[in-house]
């Protein structure tokens, strides 16, 4: 990876590519999992991919927070060359002719006024301005074929979209969905400057969003429905200061008295001293991550705002994939194998010949590996899983895949990037996930978290009997000789050691059929539902 900070290198660099597609993905710094997202799509579909990492000055007023805006260049470097970027750009302002203390002697972009009436436009004046003038600089420094730019700033991604059109820029631009964490609040670098309390409310924002969502889903396409449903979410929520809920065309940014096809139902609001914004698209369509819901009929739990997630954690050969599995089928909950993407990782590294002691190849190859699971036809079936287009759901499960992907899980940089997938396809809640972490590291606020366990011999029992069925013969000792050690790894690992949540169910399962143990399971969660007085919905 390069790290570029003029534009004659970029250009240089730029040209001696032409032939080939390029991709731009467009930031100022401090990434996340939002950013490393849209860096995935563009190395999806373009063959280089450049990132710019510029804090412009330019979309700054007077009294933001330029100076203090978060700026981790080191941490963004780690990212960036762990995600396979092939260039970034890093100019300082002056190399792109935006230093503040010139003041506001250049060209200018200006926005058609349409499109700044709304939304962000009127709070903050020449927001819009800066953003255009710089974005165009780099679509003009890079000549990318396509530009990528998250859903989430949609005002930006509105003004994006018209500049190249009306300029006639032979980039497309390519709209990405915002990713959220858990409890729904969208990625941002402005996140950090968050306390625990204010991290807590700004999660309202979302539901608030839903709020409105689900009014209009319900048959009411009246603005006046949509936005009221909406505001209730936040009545109790003072923390929350908002600044403008409306509801717009996506495209014209127009005001919208009703949704006939499609709207954006947008906000923005200050939690503490932090500006945050935020969006859902109310399309029949389902263009918005929403539709998920309809895959289970539990509902969302007051508590979270998300249907229950259900964590199960334990050592190896607890029994874990099995009980998850039959789990989900009984209660029409997603199930999600996070074991098996650490086997496929593990298995890609040794038919690849990484040395699994070298953590820097090992997570380039997490960040870059394209994985795709999908659940079996029923609870008897294991997760199929695919690397890279390749099906490799036996494979992975090798007595040499076994051995090793204890030690592979433990490299930070492997972990930091599955739990981000994980955490995302969890995001919405209705699922089980199993692991060694996942109620206390990937899911920490999950509403159900089991802890099973069983004694050493007896997992090894368990471990051959599979292997046997498989056609393979490993003796007894040296299965404990590999759980032993494998135990051993887990729980003192640096990064999520194996441990129970301190608020977990412990379940023995030495002596309990893997029936009894789902059952446990399953009373535990219509329990939960109960507790939370919707188990009528539960099926």
């Known amino acids: 990876m390069q790290w570029l900070r003029t534009v004659a290198a970029l250009r240089e660099q730029v040209a001696s590519w032409r032939g080939s597609t390029i991709g731009l993905v467009p930031t100022m710094g401090s990434l996340h999992e939002g950013h490393l997202s849209l860096i995935r799509r563009c190395r999806q579909e373009c063959d280089h991919t450049v990132v710019s990492i510029f804090v412009n000055p330019l979309q700054f007023g007077p009294n933001e927070d330029w100076d203090r805006y978060p700026r981790d260049e080191e941490g ?88 190249v059109q009306d300029l006639q820029i032979p980039t497309t631009i390519v709209p990405c969905p915002t990713v959220r964490e858990a409890d729904g609040l969208a990625y941002s670098s402005r996140n950090r ?5 204010e991290r807590q409310a700004a999660a309202r924002l979302y ?74 698209l109310l399309s029949p369509e389902g263009a918005d991550p929403l539709p998920q819901k309809q895959q289970s009929a539990v509902p969302p739990s007051p508590k979270t705002g998300r249907r229950p997630l259900i964590a199960i954690d334990g050592p190896a050969g607890a029994g ?26 593990t298995w890609l590294a040794l038919q690849r010949g990484i040395p699994l002691d070298d953590a820097e190849q090992l997570t380039q190859l997490a960040a870059q590996t394209q994985l795709t699971l999908q659940s079996g036809p029923s609870a008897d079936e294991p997760t ?37 997938r994980q955490r995302f396809i969890g995001r919405d809640g209705g699922a089980v996930l199993e692991g060694r972490d996942i109620g206390t590291h990937v899911f920490p606020d999950a509403e159900l978290k089991v802890f099973l366990t069983a004694s050493v011999g007896e997992r090894a029992q368990r471990r051959q009997h599979q292997l046997q069925a498989q056609g393979q013969v490993v003796s007894l000792e040296e299965l404990k000789a590999q759980i032993e050690q494998r135990d051993r790894r887990d729980s003192e690992r640096l990064i999520s050691p194996l ?26 969660y219509r329990q939960l539902l109960e507790q939370s007085g919707a188990a009528h919905f539960d099926n």
Not at 130 to 159: C, E, H, M, S, W
Not at 193 to 197: D, H, R, T
Not at 322 to 343: E, K, N, P
């Open 76 to 163: 963004d470097r780690a990212l960036c060359e762990a995600a396979g970027v092939d260039v970034v750009f890093a100019p300082d302002p002056q190399e792109m002719g935006a230093d503040p203390a010139a003041g506001g002697d250049r060209t200018w972009v200006m926005p058609p006024e349409s499109l700044l009436q709304t939304l962000c436009a009127p709070h903050r004046p020449g927001h819009f301005r800066g953003v255009a003038t710089i974005v165009l600089q780099l679509l003009n420094l890079v000549q990318p074929q396509r530009a990528y730019f998250g859903q989430k700033d949609a005002q930006q991604l509105a003004i994006i979209q018209r500049l």
């Open 193 to 197: 400057y968050l306390s625990a309390a």
């Open 207 to 280: 539901r608030a969003l839903r709020r409105g969502y689900d009014h209009w889903q319900a048959g009411d396409p009246s603005a006046e429905g949509i936005l009221a449903a909406a505001r209730a979410e936040l009545e109790h929520t003072p923390e929350v200061r908002v600044q403008y809920l409306e509801l717009v065309d996506p495209q014209t940014l127009q005001p919208l008295s009703q949704v006939k096809d499609k709207g954006l139902l947008a906000i923005a609001a200050y939690v503490g001293q932090t500006r945050l914004i935020d969006n859902l």
């Open 320 to 345: 874990k994939s099995s009980v998850a599995r039959a789990v989900a089928a009984q209660l029409q909950l997603l199930y999600l194998d996070t074991g098996a993407m650490y086997r496929a990782i």
């Open 384 to 420: 199929r899983i695919w690397a890279d287009g390749e099906e490799v759901t036996q494979a992975i499960r090798s007595p040499e895949v076994t051995r090793w992907v204890s030690q592979v899980a433990a490299v930070p940089g492997v972990r930091q990037e599955l739990v981000k």
């Open 499 to 524: 441990r129970p949540a301190p608020d977990a169910i412990l379940i023995d399962t030495d002596h309990l059929s893997q029936a009894e143990v789902e059952d446990k399971i399953v009373r535990l």
